[in-house]
């Protein structure tokens, strides 16, 4: 069976540039999500991973297209042209225009820049030949400006009447596509061309983005950057022009955002009506169902707090949490008085901008060369303190500089007026389950933070050590919506809303190390997943919901004849360790009520007969989280029971399932099971008519992975 092609790649790897990639995941996401999950990829993954299946577009953003060839040449443009002549889809921005070109030529006549060579990929048939405007200069803006760039409107169907016949778009160095009408009986049509005179000869036409029909695909390649929307660009206090820059392309924005969407709608894409705008992060909420739990929480962080301008930061790692003192309002006010308190202190944000924008100027008073002192803690404060402060929400952000504030709840929780998680429903319905499995110390979800707004729950736990060991057992961060979500590897599970999204962490003991090894909290996460949905409320337990080795959650479509799975959800388990134990962050994502990108629990729910109400995300949330710690609590006991054992097969996909195996040589092997003291999965080879031959393959989780719907088992990159 095919799956639904809902990941769009964008090249991160050698030759890309930060901002380019920055920039097209900004726009992508904002016209794409929450249909497609819009991710980065490494030439790693193209080169190795089978990522066709699941790819509807493949991105090659800005950079110098000569990274994009020492790394792809040879068996990643192979697999390239390959998904594209396939029913694939590209998309080349700039340098990813050239690279998509038969020949790029860059600079011939500057021996210092010059680049010309054949391409690969030869998506469009003939030359890309820059600069189509001269002055261009690496790691600067010097060379960049507001091109005037003319909508070709006959070459898309889906033009609206009525609708721009051109828009400015930010360019520095990008070619044009010489000759690309004399090319059209080669199946080239031209989408946009530059309105000015340009610095090369183009030939017949001045070509700024064309299109090409591929085999069953089909690529769109640029010269200019229609995806960088203009609130992400910066004024440059040494380079005047460059404001006029940015003025010219807001003025027409809405035409530049047009253009994109037409695009995309012609590469077959599912396009927003309007761009998707990403929410800025909220507060988080501190509560317990224990009146003293919060206050002793904060109490004992006393050693990892650190003071700046009389109120309580903790520098976690990858992020700074402002703990909000009892009445306060942290606000943008706040903000505004605590950057005033350090102004005198730190450089403004506009020019450690301007520095990183040219890069080849040395800050006045240092050396080249010299090594900056390391920042302090009360430094690295202010800095974030300062970036949040003079930070725009529809802006592309580095999220790990924005504030988090922690609101401490000591008395009682947040009312419904307050936050959409109703916290009262959650802690009686916690208290419930709990109850019923008879847990005796019920400490999950005791303790728990929720944000409306995060970036990852993950992140905020794993990849902050410092609050992660001060956590109890049990302790869980839950939220609406993520906008920085991760996943396992290269696989990344996109929280649209209606999603559920939890993380939990645990302090695994070594001593337990030998009898209840680390590597099954994966599988105990995705029983209590399982059993958290069926044992909701009487009737729930026949919801279809299935098991994918190690750390997938799909569910089976009613209403088919050949009952096909589609992903819900996905498992993300990190661990490191400290002291005695490892410090496990278990996050786990579910999509509850949104029918994209495959569909919902609620969908399920109400496909049965009778249908069943709606899960909340608060009674949901309590049923797993009890679950999980009677799991926990009993595989401490006596390691991943046989009991335990028979439950996970009940649930998962691959009972004899015939697969290939990567990481073997790819022999056929029949798939057994996972062990009960390490948690392999154990293969039966196959041979001749795929009779066994005796030998059993086990494999690791953490370096392997299924792709299911192909029936591989390969290795991790």
Request: glycine fraction near 8%; include cysteine; charge should be neutral.
């Amino acid at each position: 069976m095919a799956t639904r092609k809902l990941n769009v790649l964008v090249y991160s790897g050698n030759g890309s540039t930060t901002e380019s990639v920055r920039h097209c995941l900004y726009t992508l996401r904002r016209l794409l999500s929450p249909a497609y999950a819009v991710i980065p990829v490494t030439g790693d993954v193209l080169i190795k991973e089978p990522w066709f299946s699941t790819c509807a577009l493949l991105v090659f953003p800005g950079g110098a297209d000569l990274g994009y060839c020492r790394t792809l040449n040879g068996e990643g443009n192979r697999r390239i042209s390959r998904y594209v002549n396939a029913g694939g889809s590209y998309l080349g921005f700039c340098a990813g225009g050239y690279y998509g070109a038969a020949r790029c030529e860059f600079e011939v006549d500057n021996p210092k820049m010059a680049v010309a060579g054949d391409r690969e990929l030869g998506f469009f048939p003939g030359t890309c030949r820059g600069l189509a405007f001269e002055g261009f200069k690496y790691a600067s803006e010097a060379g960049a400006r507001a091109a005037d760039i003319k909508i070709e409107k006959a070459a898309f169907d889906n033009a609206k009447e009525g609708s721009a016949e051109s828009f400015r778009s930010y360019y520095n160095g990008g070619g044009v596509f010489v000759d690309a009408k004399k090319l059209e009986s080669r199946g080239v049509q031209i989408l946009a061309s530059y309105k000015e005179d340009l610095h090369v000869d183009s030939g017949e036409s001045q070509a700024a983005v064309v299109y090409r029909k591929i085999g069953e695909g089909h690529a769109i390649l640029t010269g200019p950057h229609p995806e960088f929307a203009p609130q992400n660009l910066s004024q440059i206090p040494s380079l005047p022009s460059y404001a006029t820059l940015i003025d010219a392309i807001t003025a027409t924005d809405a035409d530049r955002v047009a253009f994109m969407a037409m695009m995309l709608r012609k590469l077959g894409l599912n396009v927003n009506e309007q761009e998707q705008a990403v929410p800025s992060l909220s507060r988080l909420h501190l509560t317990s169902h224990k009146p003293t739990a919060v206050a002793d929480l904060v109490a004992s962080w006393a050693e990892v707090i650190t003071v700046v301008d009389g109120e309580d930061y903790i520098q976690g790692g990858n992020d700074v949490f402002h703990i909000e003192k009892e009445g306060g309002a942290w606000a943008v006010k706040e903000l505004k008085r605590a950057v005033s308190a350090v102004s005198e202190k730190l450089p403004t944000l506009t020019s450690i901008q301007a520095k990183a924008n040219n890069q080849d100027e040395e800050p006045s008073g240092k050396l080249a060369g010299e090594k900056k002192e390391p920042k302090t803690k009360e430094e690295e404060i202010q800095e974030c303190i300062e970036y949040t402060a003079n930070s725009a929400f529809d802006q592309i952000l580095s999220y790990d500089k924005v504030i988090k504030t922690i609101i401490p709840h000591r008395d009682g929780v947040p009312t419904s007026r307050e936050t959409p998680f109703h916290h009262e429903a959650f802690y009686a319905n916690l208290h419930h389950y709990h109850t019923k499995l008879r847990n005796p110390s019920a400490s999950f979800g005791g303790l728990l933070i929720y944000g409306e707004v995060v970036t990852s729950t993950n992140t905020l736990l794993d990849k902050n050590p410092a609050l992660l060991r001060s956590l109890p057992n049990g302790f869980t961060v839950t939220a609406t919506t993520q906008i920085a979500g991760r996943g396992r590897g290269s696989n990344v599970w996109v929280a649209p809303p209606g999603a559920m999204m939890f993380s939990t962490v645990l302090h695994h003991s070594f001593a337990l190390s030998q009898s209840a090894p680390v590597i099954f909290i994966q599988y105990l996460a995705a029983l209590a997943i399982v059993q958290g949905i069926q044992d909701y409320a009487p009737g729930y337990n026949k919801i279809p919901v299935k098991l994918k080795w190690p750390n997938d959650i799909y569910a089976q479509l009613p209403g088919s004849s050949n009952n096909p799975v589609v992903k819900i959800g996905g498992i993300l388990v990190n661990s490191s360790y400290s002291g005695s134990s490892y410090d496990v962050v278990c996050g786990v994502g579910l999509n509850l009520s949104n029918a994209l990108p495959t569909t919902s629990l609620n969908q399920l729910a109400a496909g049965q007969n009778p249908p069943l109400k709606p899960f909340t995300q608060e009674k949901l949330l309590a049923s797993i989280l009890a679950a999980f710690e009677s799991l926990y609590t009993t595989f401490c006991t006596t390691g991943f029971s046989r009991d335990m054992e028979e439950q996970y097969y009940r649930a998962w996909l691959h009972t004899d399932q015939i697969v290939e195996l990567e990481s073997e040589g790819g022999i056929k092997a029949r798939i057994k099971g996972i062990t009960r003291d390490w948690g392999l999965l154990l293969a039966e080879e196959l041979g001749w008519q795929d009779r066994p031959t005796g030998k059993i393959v086990s494999l690791q989780s953490d370096s392997n992975s299924f792709d299911f719907f192909r029936g591989l088992v390969r290795r991790k990159v």
